[in-house]
């Protein structure tokens, strides 16, 4: 669904779009438009058999990056919102970051950051409801470093409690880890289930070793 009207849309307004399966984007970070997005396809991760590569499960347990959360949200968007190398197009415009600063700042919306030597070089940031999370961008500077902020991610919703780990879309990035696109009428079904139960962010710490990242995701050497 694409409306090229402006839009005011608030926090709470926000939240329940969420709740009815849309979201918000704009064009360009220059145009401060934004538009709500329904996809006919969902894009979903799974929370049992997500898939990790050898590779990238060796990086993760050498704990070669320190990762926390939710402590820099304005450094983790500003890392998305900048241009990419196969793009200078960014969808993340000023009044996105507003608007989720405000979730972050009410607790709704979070991030996992990847740090080495003291210098943010990858991470993510999404929105929780319930006991779904809508993964929003993500971004790396070093390579493995937004892939590792993933398993992080992956495992923290997996030990809490969470029913769904909803990407928007799926990409050939996002398809290596198992994503998945789900029918809109089957997406909102599995929403509604995962709406209506409560995970806890906070109920993993916000620090762990890679070790018992990739434990809570039930990989294997």
Not at 29 to 35: E, K, M, N, S, V
Not at 126 to 141: N, R, W, Y
Request: net charge neutral; charged share 25%.
């Amino acid at each position: 669904m694409h409306d090229g009207a402006r839009v005011e849309i608030t926090p709470e307004i926000l939240l329940k779009a969420y709740a009815a399966g849309i979201f918000p984007m704009a064009e360009d970070a220059t145009d401060p438009t934004l538009y709500w997005v329904e996809p006919r396809a969902r894009g979903v991760l799974p929370l049992d058999g997500f898939r990790i590569s050898r590779r990238l499960a060796r990086t993760v347990r050498a704990d070669l990056f320190e990762v926390r959360v939710d402590t820099d949200f304005d450094a983790v968007i500003a890392g998305c919102a900048a241009p990419r190398r196969d793009s200078e197009r960014t969808w993340i415009n000023g009044r996105i970051r507003e608007l989720y600063g405000a979730l972050f700042d009410q607790g709704h919306a979070h991030t996992v950051e990847v740090y080495a030597e003291g210098q943010l070089v990858g991470g993510l940031y999404g929105v929780s409801l319930g006991a779904a999370f809508f993964g929003e961008s993500m971004f790396h500077t070093v390579r493995d470093a937004s892939k590792v902020a993933l398993v992080h991610l992956m495992a923290r919703l997996r030990a809490c409690r969470y029913r769904l780990a909803d990407t928007q879309f799926v990409t050939d990035h996002l398809a290596q880890f198992g994503a998945e696109e789900l029918p809109r009428h089957i997406y909102k079904r599995r929403l509604a289930e995962a709406l209506a139960e409560q995970a806890d962010w906070k109920a993993w710490p916000p620090s762990v070793r890679g070790a018992d990242a990739l434990a809570a995701l039930g990989a294997k050497d």
